[in-house]
């Protein structure tokens, strides 16, 4: 916004959170009026980052007119504007993009007004006229006019400023601003195209166990959090499971702080797609991101599949405790086979008392159908283990042997099947063990050892080793 002349007033201009309260005169610049947006499309990726595409209908004049749309994002990348019109494409010209950011407040005004004349009032009655010199947090300094001095007067002292001068260009929000030619229609549809940071979305699972541990109840919610600095009204929502590559970027505009969180009631549909090479999931209804506002929807309805318990010793993480695990496949014949967005997954188990307790938490990666997923539930409070190398043995400059035992206590009721994991490096290979051993990859020995109830299982091995 531009004004001809302004009067501006700057109450209790001491504080830090001054209140700034202008009387401004009518824009100079003729500008086209734009109507709210009529169609908006929000496309959400992973990686901090949403596409917004959105119709708006303009009514321009034949010839160059300067446009303005005032509700877009704070954080949004200006680079990636894309204007376009629907009705006539070929007969519509942008001649000019900007992005104004430089948005009005006690201090952008004053630093406007240096060396522009001002008058200070003071909670004491003081009045200082003169012209604007410095100012910071302490002191505003005034030259007063027809007289070799200065004053300065102390901004906790400070009751009122007035700023009058020249014109001065305002901004309460952030602006795209366009320079168009229009040799078409008066009435134009227009489409507008950008990114913006501050909106992102991920996956969250809530899976509930039952009581033989032998299935799993599972729901999923897409959480979108909007700290973009604008709302998205009855927009269309889509979603994009996959890592996009981006180049280096750096944008204008800081973050926002602050959020505010508001749970859907409902469970809609989420329709999954094909896209590129990444999965899409749009949304079958219109809905409303607010700024700084985490919303949560229903993914797709809850599924309930069968599950696989593994108890798994790995000493580089842990040389006293076993891990837990729950697996599950993500199939259609076990109640899936749907595309699973990475996420954090929750799993809890009725207590037998009447309340649920959380079993643990884990994140998982993005997962297609067919394929397993194993989500960490904790460590095993009735399997303990004892390591302790044996021997090691160097058989020449370039070999050696190294002797293993591992001592698998259960303390449960049930037998359980131990899947142990060691690491190793350079060539190596078992040359005996107490159980059958198993390569899972070059660095990685694993064996499967079972344990009675209240029993102790003794896994042995040696290995040798070239480099």
Avoid at 153 to 166: F, H, K, N, Q
Wanted: proline share 4%.
């Amino acid at each position: 916004m531009k004004t001809s002349r302004t009067d501006v007033w700057i109450a209790r201009a001491g504080t830090p959170a001054a209140v700034v309260a202008a009387v401004l005169a009518a824009g100079a610049l003729a500008l086209a009026a734009p109507q709210a947006a009529a169609e908006i499309t929000l496309t959400v990726y992973n990686e901090d980052l949403a596409l917004v595409r959105e119709t708006r209908a303009f009514d321009l004049a034949a010839g160059v007119n300067t446009v303005e749309v005032t509700d877009v994002p704070a954080l949004i990348d200006p680079t990636s504007v894309h204007l376009a019109s629907l009705t006539a494409p070929d007969k519509l010209t942008v001649l000019e993009q900007n992005f104004v950011y430089d948005l009005v407040n006690a201090e952008r005004l004053l630093e406007k007004y240096l060396d522009r004349s001002v008058q200070v009032l003071t909670k004491q009655g003081g009045n200082f006229k003169g012209t604007l010199k410095s100012f910071d947090g302490s002191a505003i300094v005034v030259a007063e006019p027809g007289e070799s001095r200065m004053t300065l007067v102390s901004r906790p002292e400070v009751e009122s400023v007035m700023l009058a001068g020249e014109d001065v260009s305002l901004v309460t929000r952030p602006t795209l601003v366009w320079l168009l030619r229009n040799g078409g229609a008066a009435k134009q549809e227009i489409a507008l195209e950008y990114l913006t940071r501050g909106v992102a979305w991920h996956a969250e699972y809530a899976g509930v166990l039952d009581k033989d541990e032998a299935s799993l109840d599972l729901a999923a919610w897409v959480s979108l959090d909007n700290r973009s600095g604008r709302t998205y009204p009855d927009a269309r929502l889509r979603v994009v499971a996959g890592s996009i590559h981006r180049a280096e970027e750096k944008f204008p505009i800081g973050r926002y702080a602050g959020r505010e969180a508001a749970m859907a009631a409902e469970a809609p549909q989420f329709e999954a797609r094909e896209f590129f090479e990444y999965k899409l999931y749009a949304l079958e209804r219109k809905t409303t991101v607010r700024d700084r506002e985490t919303k949560q929807l229903s993914l797709f309805p809850n599924a309930r599949t069968k599950i696989e318990k593994r108890f798994t010793y790995d000493a580089r993480r842990d040389d006293k405790r076993c891990q837990v695990s729950v697996l599950f496949k993500n199939k259609k014949e076990t109640g899936l086979g749907i595309a699973l967005p990475a996420g954090v997954i929750r799993l809890y188990k009725d207590d037998g008392d009447g309340g649920v307790g959380l079993l643990g938490e884990d994140r998982v990666e993005h997962t297609p159908k067919d394929e397993e997923v194993e989500v960490v539930v904790g460590k095993a409070f009735d399997i303990v283990a004892e390591r302790t190398h044996r021997e090691s043995r160097q058989i020449s400059d370039r070999m050696r042997e190294d002797s293993i035992e591992i001592k698998l206590r259960n303390h449960k009721k049930d037998s359980v099947d131990v899947l142990v994991r060691e690491g190793v490096w350079g060539d190596w290979e078992v040359l005996r063990s107490t159980f059958p051993s198993k390569r899972k990859d070059a660095q990685t020995i694993e064996f499967t050892v079972p344990v009675a109830p209240d029993q102790e299982a003794v896994l042995a091995y040696t290995v040798r080793t070239r480099w």
